[in-house]
């Protein structure tokens, strides 16, 4: 990544990216199906644990409040790297390729969220509806959190982003 | 776009468009950037309805309804071509390159949205809240519509889908 901030991911080569790791572009390959994906290498565990949570959350709890906690763990596991995150948003937000790859993979945390909440009883369209809420949340969370400006943690600005999403569709 | 249905979207050349179309190339590409935007001719046109319908809402309008009255207006405008709007979204469906182009039109009215509200004077995060949610609705609105099983026309099924994820936030 380091790489992609000095040059641009433009760029860049995977050939580069293969010398700077110490590997041959075959082992690259093996590891990352292009030279996006090493961007984005977080996202299968990131998804795991979203669907975990939400999976093992106690019967009892409403849909959206699941996803909450979901979100609050995804918050816990990404908020250590606020100063990485922060470079890899700006590499990300300056290649419309980049952007174009961040969106599948939230489209793809959705359609797992989704998933999961089907299997928990929740009907269509809520469980749907509920998992692309949960992603707008996490959306609009991470950016505030990479902003300069903001000094709150990750999984509060999750909680406090949720909050806001409850309050707005009230239509407070 | 039939002949994305005939062929498959991969297997059509922008000459064989504009040949069936009546067009030289180059008149074309005056057109569309490339052949994916065929199937998003219309994407301008929604946008503008969208946010003129937020921008033009009364003041006491709460952000989420006003959304909602968008989100309405713009069923009216799409409603009335349901078997267009079924074979345009197999299409889509069938092609990673259409899905990667159809979620970057949504993140971008999704964008036009939020910053229609903050000229309404909604702050942050809730401007980009609202309009996420919006967009949400959009999606899961339309996804049922074009689902064969469906018979609710598309502005009502905005509105269905708007309170249906109303109840998912407040945790019902």
Redesign the interface.
Known sequence: MALYGERGFDNTTVAEIAERAGLTERTFFRHFADKREVLFDGAAALQDLLVNTVADAPESL????AVGEALEAAGRLMGDHRDFSRQRQAIIAASAEL??RE??KL?SLSAALADTLRRRGVPE??A???A??GI??F??AF??WVDEGNEMQLPDLMRD?LG?????????
């Open positions: 409403a849909a959206m409040d952007r174009e969106l599948i489209a369209p809520d749907s509806l509920t692309e809420a707008a949340v959306r609009i950016e505030r982003s806001h999403l409850r309050a707005v569709t009230a239509g407070a």
